[in-house]
């Protein structure tokens, strides 16, 4: 099994447990950058994870095919279980990175899934080539940084600063038949109960589950030693900040 979706299927429960609802604020701002009016086709959440997305979706464009794709068998479990609320929404097991069979879409929606692509760049060209002329690529990710100080930084920072090329951050849409209308920064509040619920769930329900099955619980319990010296007592709030991409597709499609 791609060691990557284990890990995901490990923490698809406390990952909707304890992550979900403090990303939400995010969730919604990706929803909100669509536009009211979307040209004809379904709506894409390819990384859907437990699928947060879909309650917003489903009750902005109200009868629209809404489809989730993700890799990891767990995900897809809470996804589908979310999905039976909505009869034109449906989930599909499946690589995120390559949506060719998809296209003709309405709009493609993705939270923090990008990030996790093995091929980010690849990854959002695939998205973009997917939507019908008109159609919108509404993308939020964190960023090589995503705060100067707090646990993502302090995560950082245990790591070893810098642990993967991110130079495709600077690339992302380039060469696409896209046009993108927004590119920004946005932030929200987040808090934890305490730095050792923090690291405990990014550890075992977070983007860390996998390389834990990896390397083995000595290394997370190392992480997880070094992470908590001199963190704060108690309740832990921060502000870390993720991009938003918004980008609609041009009429003209000579740029494939």
């Not at 997305?53 to 809404?66: T, W």
């Not at 939020?140 to 130079?167: C, H, I, M, N």
């Not at 290394?219 to 991009?243: K, M, N, S, Y």
């Amino acid at each position: 099994m791609n060691a990557i979706a284990r890990g995901w299927d490990e923490a698809a429960d406390g990952y909707l447990d304890y992550f979900v609802p403090r990303f939400a604020p995010w969730v919604a701002a990706a929803v909100d950058a669509l536009p009211a009016a979307l040209p004809d086709g379904p709506i894409l959440v390819p990384c859907c994870g437990p699928f947060p997305e879909l309650d917003l979706l489903g009750a902005r464009f109200p009868g629209r095919e809404i489809v989730g794709v993700d890799l990891s068998e767990g995900m897809v479990s809470r996804a589908r279980e979310r999905a039976r609320r909505w009869p034109s929404a449906r989930v599909v097991q499946g690589d995120a990175t390559d949506l060719a069979a998809w296209s003709g879409c309405a709009a493609v929606v993705s939270v923090f899934g990008l990030q996790q692509m093995p091929d980010p760049e690849r990854a959002a060209r695939s998205w973009a080539s997917v939507l019908r002329p008109s159609g919108w690529l509404s993308i939020v990710y964190w960023p090589e940084q995503t705060e100067e100080d707090g646990p993502f930084a302090r995560v950082r920072a245990v790591l070893g600063g810098k642990t993967s090329d991110r130079t495709w951050e600077t690339r992302l849409l380039t060469n696409t038949p896209t046009t993108i209308e927004r590119d920004e920064t946005i932030t929200f509040p987040m808090t934890h109960p305490s730095a050792e619920e923090f690291i405990d769930a990014y550890t075992t329900s977070g983007p860390m589950r996998a390389r834990a099955l990896t390397e083995g619980e000595a290394f997370v319990e190392r992480i997880r030693t070094h992470f908590l010296r001199d963190t704060p007592q108690g309740e832990w709030r921060h502000h870390p900040q993720a991009r938003l991409l918004l980008a609609r597709r041009e009429l003209s499609t000579g740029a494939e």
